[in-house]
């Protein structure tokens, strides 16, 4: 089995990978991984999808809205950033978007006038810090330790001691589970009018299932009209969730709703 994370070789995604496999290939993009596994030509796929401090990343659930794949575990991680260059004199910091918002604090107030430049992933910038003594990268401190042109000037500069990042491994559909102890739903109803919000989240709360994550994103088809992300405390199997899964889908009966389905949380800390 050969799982495609987010490269190059030192993201976290690339932790959370090694967490389910030791082959590994990387791509530049979330949907190019998403499309990849869908595609089959890879079994696993690893994305961010939640962090503690910025929220959800916008390009895995759009992603998720678009391809047919499968939800088939949780991988929760912290998130320990260090600040990476060769020297203090340096002029801008790359990384990721996502880490750069997690140490606006830090950055703010250590380096108010350094530049901050949005890159692919906080290994890339990483990267950018050890050829160029002009560049820092934020990233986990073992980064440094590939080569030996980097220093860790600061560690903990996250502005949440408390910072982690849920990832879902990805696979083809077909792999899709219904047994778990969670699930994710993706639900588009193609319809706008007062109280939809409420009549979708009814058939949860009727049924005692813990809702853990909802959220809303552009539909893209026109202003105002959006895809609905739902997580809970329950697996497709149950009962209950057949039962709340029909009354979404009547609710949705213009658009559509998407299984990524069920699947355990794993913790793991590096």
Same mark, same amino acid.
């Given at each position: 089995?050969?799982?495609?994370?987010?490269?190059?070789?030192?993201?976290?995604?690339?932790?959370?990978?090694?967490?389910?496999?030791?082959?590994?290939?990387?791509?530049?993009?979330?949907?190019?991984?998403?499309?990849?596994?869908?595609?089959?030509?890879?079994?696993?796929?690893?994305?961010?999808?939640?962090?503690?401090?910025?929220?959800?990343?916008?390009?895995?659930?759009?992603?998720?809205?678009?391809?047919?794949?499968?939800?088939?575990?949780?991988?929760?991680?912290?998130?320990?950033?260090?600040?990476?260059?060769?020297?203090?004199?340096?002029?801008?910091?790359?990384?990721?978007? $996502? *880490?750069?918002? $997690?140490?606006?604090?830090?950055?703010? #107030?250590?380096?108010?006038?350094?530049?901050?430049?949005?890159?692919?992933?906080?290994?890339?910038?990483?990267?950018?810090?050890?050829?160029?003594?002009?560049?820092?990268?934020?990233?986990?401190? #073992?980064?440094?330790?590939?080569?030996?042109?980097?220093?860790?000037?600061?560690?903990?500069? $996250?502005?949440?001691?408390?910072?982690?990042?849920?990832?879902?491994?990805?696979?083809?559909?077909?792999? #899709?589970?219904?047994?778990?102890?969670?699930?994710? @739903?993706?639900?588009?109803?193609?319809?706008?009018?007062?109280? @939809?919000? @409420?009549?979708?989240?009814?058939?949860?709360?009727?049924?005692?299932?813990? @809702?853990?994550?909802?959220?809303? #994103?552009?539909?893209?088809?026109?202003?105002?009209?959006?895809?609905?992300?739902?997580?809970?405390?329950?697996?497709?199997?149950?009962?209950?969730?057949?039962?709340?899964?029909?009354?979404?889908?009547?609710? *949705?009966?213009?658009?559509?709703?998407?299984?990524?389905?069920?699947?355990?949380?794993?913790?793991?800390?590096?």
């Amino acid at each position: 089995m050969t799982t495609v994370t987010l490269g190059p070789e030192g993201t976290y995604s690339h932790r959370a990978a090694q967490a389910i496999d030791d082959e590994i290939d990387f791509r530049q993009s979330v949907t190019s991984i998403v499309d990849a596994v869908a595609s089959g030509e890879y079994d696993r796929g690893i994305i961010a999808i939640e962090n503690s401090i910025e929220g959800s990343v916008t390009e895995s659930l759009d992603a998720l809205a678009e391809y047919d794949v499968a939800v088939v575990r949780e991988i929760v991680t912290p998130v320990n950033h260090a600040l990476l260059a060769q020297t203090e004199e340096f002029e801008t910091v790359a990384s990721h978007s $996502q *880490a750069l918002a $997690q140490c606006r604090t830090f950055l703010e #107030r250590e380096y108010p006038d350094a530049a901050l430049e949005a890159v692919a992933s906080t290994a890339q910038g990483v990267d950018f810090a050890r050829e160029d003594p002009t560049i820092a990268g934020i990233g986990h401190p #073992r980064n440094a330790e590939r080569g030996d042109r980097l220093e860790v000037l600061a560690e903990d500069i $996250q502005d949440q001691d408390s910072n982690a990042t849920r990832f879902f491994a990805i696979a083809p559909a077909e792999d #899709r589970s219904s047994g778990g102890g969670k699930t994710s @739903l993706v639900v588009y109803p193609n319809a706008n009018y007062p109280g @939809l919000l @409420l009549e979708l989240l009814e058939p949860f709360a009727e049924r005692d299932i813990n @809702l853990t994550r909802v959220e809303s #994103r552009p539909s893209g088809q026109r202003l105002g009209d959006y895809v609905f992300h739902v997580d809970f405390e329950a697996g497709l199997y149950e009962s209950r969730t057949v039962d709340a899964i029909e009354d979404v889908e009547e609710l *949705a009966e213009n658009g559509w709703v998407r299984r990524l389905g069920s699947y355990d949380t794993e913790h793991v800390v590096d």
